[in-house]
């Protein structure tokens, strides 16, 4: 089970990891508490509630787990981790999965990790059922998977169309047979979460996210990425809209800088927001990323993924959304430049997000959680905050049978 980020095109997590070498196996750094017992079964009240509304089954369950839970357990959960190479020991893998309590973990091909002998399927389902007997929580397992240049299972299935080519078809079940066939080829490798499809809207030439964008229209958008994320999700895949709130119009890339968008209020609304507002009509993706990318209209000073206006205000208070927010690769200069991993994540809390994405090493899971156990002691995060992104993680876990619903049933 996985969640990883991209390579230089890639605007949702990748650039700079590749580059470092990955670290040898070591003990895990003092101030982490060991975590000794699992926590995935609601109690028997819980299991009988079977003529429950499904919704609020599962929203009592995962109280009941959260209950269970201890501190560390609940600040791991926040965390989905990338690792180097193809060793789930010494890459640190096993550690950030069995005693950092990790929420889940990507695969990246960018990464290494399905280098040789992990460039067969059996053996990468393998290191996915092996994550799985040793988390204390079930885990996602991720990749970024939308096609043309972003195709991180080309290893395994070659080439296949960009988001681009696919609206090119005239067909929105072109992208409909696209995510449908990647969720089963996902599901092969243990992967359960797509960070997938882009919903960006290009309106610059040449565009820096090249063929990854569906169209230049908000309608043509929706109608396409809508499309590969019902492939997806219909096919117990969690899908990821991104990049929130945009990466339309940007004309540099946040691996190396913090871009900036000038929009009006009106054309944020007409062109960035509109494939969001359509795609929510329709269904409810399990994710959604926010990025790194500085709209002055909407925040002035903090990028989209830490920024509470952006988060709180626009996706979640006048989009109505509440699913899990993502945000982009932290390690990404347009953050790094900035603010500490441990800094971005509890700004990235504090705004409203859910799932920190970037970390890549025992010692810079440690250095997040340390940060968020710090913030909460300091009153900057409430407790109450922890478990609201915890509990929103949990219901994904279920809905998408990452928490069995025969847990749950």
């Not at 070498?21 to 299991?47: E, F, M, R, Y």
């Not at 499809?197 to 040449?206: I, K």
């Not at 205000?313 to 699913?323: I, T």
């Not at 690769?329 to 799932?355: C, F, H, N, P």
Request: proline share 6%; charged share 20%; aromatic share 6%.
């Amino acid at each position: 089970m996985a969640i990883l980020v991209c390579c230089l095109l890639c605007l949702c997590t990748t650039g700079a990891t590749p580059a470092l070498s990955a670290p040898p196996h070591q003990k895990l750094p003092s101030g982490i508490t060991p975590i000794a017992h699992k926590v995935v079964t609601p109690n028997a009240d819980v299991q009988n509630m079977k003529k429950d509304d499904p919704q609020q089954k599962r929203l009592r369950a995962a109280q009941q787990i959260i209950q269970s839970m201890t501190f560390e357990q609940k600040l791991g959960q926040l965390i989905i981790v990338e690792y180097l190479g193809t060793d789930y020991a010494d890459s640190g893998l096993q550690t950030m999965i069995q005693r950092q309590s990790v929420g889940g973990f990507m695969y990246q091909a960018a990464n290494h990790n399905f280098d040789p002998p992990y460039d067969d399927v059996n053996k990468v389902k393998a290191l996915s059922e092996q994550a799985v007997k040793d988390a204390q929580i079930p885990l996602l397992i991720a990749t970024d998977q939308e096609g043309g240049l972003v195709n991180r299972l080309y290893t395994f299935h070659g080439e296949l169309p960009s988001a681009q080519e696919m609206a090119a078809s005239g067909d929105p079940q072109v992208a409909f047979a696209q995510g449908k066939q990647s969720a089963g080829w996902m599901r092969e490798l243990g992967i359960n979460a797509d960070l997938a499809p882009v919903v960006d809207v290009q309106t610059v030439d040449p565009p820096v996210l090249a063929s990854r964008m569906f169209g230049r229209d908000p309608q043509t958008v929706a109608k396409y990425a809508g499309a590969f994320l019902k492939g997806l999700q219909e096919n117990e895949v969690a899908g990821c809209l991104k990049h929130f709130p945009g990466l339309g119009a940007i004309t540099s890339d946040p691996h190396n800088d913090l871009p900036v968008v000038e929009r009006s209020k009106a054309e944020l609304e007409n062109i960035d927001l509109a494939p969001y507002k359509l795609i929510f009509q329709q269904r409810q993706p399990a994710m959604v990323m926010a990025t790194d990318v500085l709209m002055p209209t909407i925040d002035p000073d903090l990028p989209a993924e830490l920024s509470p206006k952006a988060i709180n205000g626009v996706l979640r208070g006048e989009l109505g959304y509440n699913g899990v927010v993502i945000t982009d690769g932290l390690y990404m200069e347009g953050i790094s430049q900035k603010w500490t991993l441990g800094q971005a994540a509890v700004l990235s809390i504090q705004a409203g997000g859910d799932l920190i994405e970037g970390p890549f090493t025992v010692q810079q899971v440690a250095e997040a959680i340390t940060a968020l156990k710090q913030a909460v002691q300091q009153g900057k995060i409430s407790t109450e905050r922890i478990d609201q992104s915890v509990q929103r993680i949990l219901l994904m876990k279920m809905q998408y049978h990452i928490l069995s619903e025969s847990e749950v049933s």
